[in-house]
């Protein structure tokens, strides 16, 4: 005896079960168990992208909006300023089911004026919280949803270090992720022409929900009209933790990314990093990021332009503290136009959202001349390279002007929901679901069956290898190492979820599968 394959009996004795098979199953490869009782090779399934159930959700000139996804009552929150409204914050809550999105009746926030509308939903107090430029100041209210309707507190100012009454613009804010805290940031105009933060306190029941903000007044750009930021997008950065990361177009002269510590109260900036040495386009910028790659993604555009639509390209970026690394190399967008492709877009500040399951990106953008269509796409991240999907789908066969547009995603049904300015139709506001293309797996946390210990046909019955069996049609295995199951269907020692242990090899040919943990 020289191994503990001799040990053990041909094919692992009665641990072998006959099974139907759905589809054709090759020797050797991992198998689930169907909901119908059968045998399936362990694969991925392409899922087309879709678009379904446009829904008007403003009948007025749409003129800004943001959205969050409430995780407690599972609905989308979408704020939006709108002629029909008089261009008071309102805001609608949406439910998603398959292919289909439905929305409350807009509900007046409070009765003024407000711009450049931003909210996010902290989990931890189960909060809205909303920032605007509101009687020419920062300004910030919590809400508490029940699901169908969202109780309001009062607004409060989030600084004013000028003293004046400026103008506020390209507001944001994100959740301060696992805390009770929020980040903002935003650009004071006419008076220092300078890019500002801060980290507010959430507390307070429903009705009386508040935010306390600091009182730094925080900097994340030198003062002067020649440094203004524009076009500000901001993300949480999950990788390193207890961070945001700040995209901006540096006056007219680059784009430029910057990321902030945050810690009690306090936020304290590392150095910005040019991501492009290039006149920023307007209307563009875009953030989000990857959780499963710990990247970030930043989308821009820049001259040279066609018309309103920039040079569009794309890049990660990694942090190691408040440090920013450009990943890689800078990739052209890719999108499309009349007779073929164009690296131009337009419309799209702000327009990209991290789809987790599908783990890709969203990303909505208005075509350039003759077109000036809207589109949606998705692009994802492996390692530092970045790949541009070449399925563009039409929103509209018309404008969707103005940067306005966003990207909401659902995690509970997989699907994003496109918010966006209809230029075809009196510059209205309305949605439409979008079916995110990628390779669904069929593997779950539940139905991993065993191993195939032949090749069998579809529909034919064949012999399954189950748990405290063995296979022993598998090759270049290594002895004593720990073999899992992947998403697509290999086998291999890579055990990162979402792999799965199947076994471990007695020979280089043979894994013993036994339930255990290694």
Same mark, same amino acid.
């Given at each position: !005896?020289?191994?503990?394959?001799?040990?053990?009996?041909?094919?692992?004795?009665?641990?072998?079960?006959?099974?139907?098979?759905?589809?054709?199953?090759?020797?050797?490869?991992?198998?689930?168990?169907?909901?119908?009782?059968?045998?399936?090779?362990?694969?991925?399934?392409?899922?087309?992208?879709?678009?379904?159930?446009?829904?008007?959700?403003?009948?007025?000139?749409?003129?800004?909006?943001?959205?969050?996804?409430?995780?407690?009552?599972?609905?989308?929150?979408?704020?939006?300023?709108?002629?029909? #409204?008089?261009?008071?914050?309102?805001?609608?809550?949406?439910?998603?089911?398959?292919?289909?999105?439905?929305?409350?009746?807009?509900?007046?926030?409070?009765?003024?004026?407000?711009?450049?509308?931003?909210?996010?939903?902290?989990?931890?107090?189960?909060?809205?919280? !909303?920032?605007?430029?509101?009687?020419?100041?920062?300004?910030?209210?919590?809400?508490?949803?029940?699901?169908?309707?969202?109780?309001?507190?009062?607004?409060?100012?989030?600084?004013?270090?000028?003293?004046?009454?400026?103008?506020?613009?390209?507001?944001?804010?994100?959740?301060?992720?696992?805390?009770?805290?929020?980040?903002?940031?935003?650009?004071?105009?006419?008076?220092?022409?300078?890019?500002?933060?801060?980290?507010?306190?959430?507390?307070?029941?429903?009705?009386?929900?508040?935010?306390?903000?600091?009182?730094?007044?925080? @900097?994340?750009?030198?003062?002067?009209?020649?440094?203004?930021?524009?076009?500000?997008? !901001?993300?949480?950065? #999950?990788?390193?933790?207890?961070?945001?990361?700040?995209?901006?177009?540096?006056?007219?002269? =680059?784009?430029?990314?910057?990321? +902030?510590?945050?810690?009690?109260?306090?936020?304290?900036?590392?150095?910005?990093?040019?991501?492009?040495?290039?006149?920023?386009?307007?209307?563009?910028?875009?953030?989000? #990021?990857?959780?499963?790659?710990?990247?970030?993604?930043?989308?821009?555009?820049?001259?040279?332009?066609?018309?309103?639509?920039?040079?569009?390209?794309?890049?990660?970026?990694?942090?190691?503290?408040?440090?920013?690394?450009?990943?890689?190399?800078? @990739?052209?967008?890719?999108?499309?136009?009349?007779?073929?492709?164009?690296?131009?877009?337009?419309?799209?500040?702000?327009?990209?959202?991290?789809?987790?399951?599908?783990?890709?990106?969203?990303?909505?953008?208005?075509?350039?001349?003759?077109?000036?269509?809207?589109?949606?796409?998705?692009?994802?991240?492996?390692?530092?390279?970045?790949?541009?999907? =070449?399925?563009?789908?039409?929103?509209?066969?018309?404008?969707?002007?103005?940067?306005?547009?966003?990207?909401?995603?659902?995690?509970?049904?997989?699907?994003?929901?496109?918010?966006?300015?209809?230029?075809?139709?009196?510059?209205?506001?309305?949605?439409?679901? #979008?079916?995110?293309?990628?390779?669904?797996?069929?593997?779950?946390?539940?139905?991993?069956?065993?191993?195939?210990?032949?090749?069998?046909?579809?529909?034919?019955?064949?012999?399954?290898?189950?748990?405290?069996?063995?296979?022993?049609?598998?090759?270049?295995?290594?002895? +004593?190492?720990?073999?899992?199951?992947?998403?697509?269907? @290999?086998?291999?020692?890579?055990?990162?979820?979402?792999?799965?242990?199947?076994?471990?090899?007695?020979?280089?040919?043979?894994? =013993?599968?036994?339930?255990?943990?290694?």
């Amino acid at each position: !005896m020289t191994n503990l394959a001799d040990l053990l009996p041909a094919g692992g004795g009665q641990n072998n079960t006959d099974f139907v098979a759905d589809g054709n199953i090759s020797a050797g490869v991992p198998v689930i168990l169907t909901a119908a009782g059968k045998a399936a090779a362990v694969a991925k399934t392409p899922v087309a992208a879709a678009l379904n159930d446009v829904e008007t959700i403003a009948s007025g000139t749409q003129y800004t909006q943001d959205w969050c996804y409430d995780t407690v009552n599972d609905k989308i929150v979408v704020i939006f300023k709108n002629s029909a #409204y008089s261009s008071y914050p309102y805001y609608v809550i949406g439910t998603v089911t398959s292919q289909a999105v439905s929305w409350t009746t807009p509900t007046a926030i409070f009765s003024r004026t407000v711009n450049y509308i931003s909210c996010c939903y902290n989990a931890t107090e189960d909060r809205i919280v !909303m920032c605007c430029e509101d009687s020419s100041l920062p300004k910030a209210i919590v809400g508490t949803s029940n699901g169908s309707s969202i109780t309001w507190g009062s607004s409060v100012t989030i600084m004013n270090p000028s003293g004046s009454t400026p103008t506020w613009a390209y507001q944001n804010v994100v959740e301060w992720s696992g805390t009770s805290k929020v980040v903002w940031c935003g650009t004071e105009f006419n008076t220092n022409y300078q890019g500002y933060a801060a980290v507010a306190t959430l507390s307070g029941s429903a009705g009386s929900a508040t935010s306390t903000w600091d009182t730094n007044e925080t @900097t994340f750009t030198t003062a002067g009209i020649s440094n203004v930021p524009k076009d500000i997008d !901001m993300c949480y950065d #999950y990788g390193t933790g207890d961070q945001v990361i700040i995209l901006y177009a540096k006056g007219s002269t =680059n784009v430029e990314v910057i990321a +902030g510590a945050v810690s009690g109260t306090t936020l304290t900036f590392g150095s910005p990093v040019v991501a492009k040495s290039s006149a920023p386009s307007s209307y563009t910028n875009a953030i989000d #990021y990857d959780t499963g790659n710990s990247k970030a993604l930043i989308v821009y555009g820049t001259s040279p332009t066609s018309g309103n639509a920039g040079t569009t390209n794309s890049r990660a970026i990694s942090t190691s503290g408040s440090a920013i690394t450009l990943e890689g190399t800078e @990739t052209a967008f890719i999108g499309t136009v009349s007779g073929g492709t164009t690296q131009y877009a337009y419309s799209f500040y702000k327009a990209l959202t991290y789809a987790a399951n599908s783990s890709n990106f969203v990303f909505i953008y208005e075509s350039p001349s003759p077109d000036l269509d809207g589109y949606v796409t998705t692009v994802s991240i492996s390692g530092t390279t970045i790949t541009w999907s =070449n399925d563009q789908t039409e929103i509209v066969a018309g404008e969707i002007p103005d940067g306005v547009n966003r990207v909401a995603y659902d995690p509970d049904t997989y699907q994003a929901v496109l918010l966006y300015r209809d230029g075809s139709a009196s510059n209205y506001l309305k949605s439409q679901v #979008y079916t995110i293309p990628y390779d669904a797996p069929n593997l779950t946390s539940t139905n991993l069956l065993g191993i195939a210990s032949g090749a069998i046909s579809d529909t034919a019955t064949g012999t399954i290898n189950t748990w405290g069996s063995r296979n022993e049609v598998q090759t270049g295995l290594t002895i +004593g190492s720990d073999y899992y199951v992947q998403e697509d269907g @290999t086998i291999s020692t890579t055990s990162t979820s979402p792999a799965q242990l199947i076994g471990k090899a007695i020979t280089a040919t043979q894994i =013993n599968i036994k339930d255990y943990t290694g």
